[in-house]
């Protein structure tokens, strides 16, 4: 299950933070949050430090999220990346597309 929390920052954004999974069987959810997110404010700041697992569903979602704020004007920030979101955004190669930092740990042996 995931969790979504949402608090404003001091320079007014949206800060949510999703905590759980982001894939195919809570999609639906995820979805109706972030578009809620886009259409009501300006900036929103994306925190995926706690998603413990992600999907290509959750993938699209973040692409999805990324285009519609483009759209619509708005600022879309991640920033937060956990380890499954990086590992999903380094596969498909588009850290680029979504244009933040991505803090990459030291390797784990």
């Known amino acids: 299950m995931t969790e979504f929390a949402t608090q404003t920052t001091t320079d007014g954004a949206a800060h949510l933070i999703l905590d759980g999974a982001m894939t195919i069987y809570n ?3 995820i979805k109706s949050q972030l578009v809620a997110a ?7 700041e ?7 697992e992600m999907d290509t569903a959750g993938f699209q979602l973040l692409v999805m999220a990324k285009r519609e704020s483009l759209r619509l004007g708005r600022t879309l920030r991640i920033v937060g990346h956990g380890p499954a979101v990086q590992e999903v955004i380094e596969f ?5 597309f979504f244009g933040d930092p991505l803090v990459i740990p030291a390797r784990q042996e």
């Open 27 to 29: 999609a639906a959810e």
């Open 38 to 44: 886009l259409n009501t404010a300006t900036v929103i």
């Open 46 to 52: 994306l925190d995926l430090a706690h998603v413990i």
């Open 92 to 96: 498909f190669n588009m850290a680029a």
